[in-house]
């Protein structure tokens, strides 16, 4: 197909849709900035249009470069704006999505996983090269942080109201007092969420960056828990048995050999105990992934997740839209008799194990 002369029509389509493509990159950096300075943060605080000079007055930043930040914007559809009088503001809708990370739909901090891929894009040429992987410690620090940054409003939203209550009997076990492990817990904040809304119950995470564990650990003592700690471990070979429920969040993809690690929890688990994965939503078929959702989860895949598998033992590359049929082909492989689909959200497909 690529020897044929183009189509003009066809090519200069294709061309709008690249420009368009750009801005959004470009836009990325603008809004982590805006992030970063507290500027979404101001505007929704201020409530109504305001001047590049108000706002500068507001954040104690540059108006010069406020003014250029905001047209920005403006033009991409983050902020509102009136030419005319040279007021932007923060719609509901925008502020929801970009400024109040206590919100289930906030959204700028994953801005920081894209950052990631840009700073680490040499190595993941190199691998490609190569075929050899990347592991998650190789990554850009920003990376860790957008991670839990993106995952945390979805997990406060939905996990002890909704994803939870769909396991069978979990929710009452977990508040007259369980043993739950949390396996590739990162910054641990799904750990913490169940820590603070079941007092009853221990709650132990595991994560085999030691950088993570380390910012887990302060969390939960900013948090004031004493129901939950943080080891080093990986997902194979974690210490501790008995648990009545295990969870993965949004990790078994990215492990190496996500069959051992489901093999160590099935043996961790008492017996009648659970596994809860919780893994990126993808359909079974590539063809129904090629959408908005699966270009992120594809992207982030090729860039971070399947490196990362690729750079461990056995080197599965599950990839982040592994989908149900594969997840469950892994999980019966490892020693799990019974896989059902809880319950789901466009982001997420909630798995329960036994």
Known sequence: ????????????AFMHKMVGDMGAIMSGALILLGDHLGI??????????VTSGEL???????????????AAMAAGGYVGCDPKNGRFWLDPEQAAVLSDDML??????GLEV?????????????????GKGVGWHEHHACLFRGTERFFRPGYRANLIGTWLPSLTGVTDMLKKGAKVGDV???HGASTIIMAEAFPNSQFVGFDYHDASIR?????????GLKNATFEVAKAQDFKGDGFDLIACFDCLHDMGDPVGAARRIKSALKPGGKLM????????????NLNPIGRLFYAASTMICTPASLSQEVGLGLGAQAGQKRLTEVLKEGGFSNVRRATETPFNLILEAT
């Open 277 to 288: 994965l919780v893994e990126p939503f993808a359909n079974d078929e590539l063809a129904d």
């Open 184 to 186: 590739g817990c990162g």
């Open 104 to 109: 289930p739909t906030y959204m700028a901090g």
């Open 40 to 49: 979404f943060k101001s505007m929704a605080e201020i409530g109504k249009p």
């Open 215 to 223: 910012r887990a650990r302060e969390l939960a003592a900013e948090a």
């Open 114 to 130: 894209a950052a990631s891929a840009y700073i680490d894009e040499p190595k993941i040429a190199n691998a490609f090269r190569t």
């Open 1 to 12: 197909m690529s020897g044929h002369a183009p189509d003009p029509q066809k090519l200069e």
């Open 56 to 70: 500068a007055a507001k954040t104690g930043l540059s108006e010069r470069y406020l003014r250029e930040w905001l």
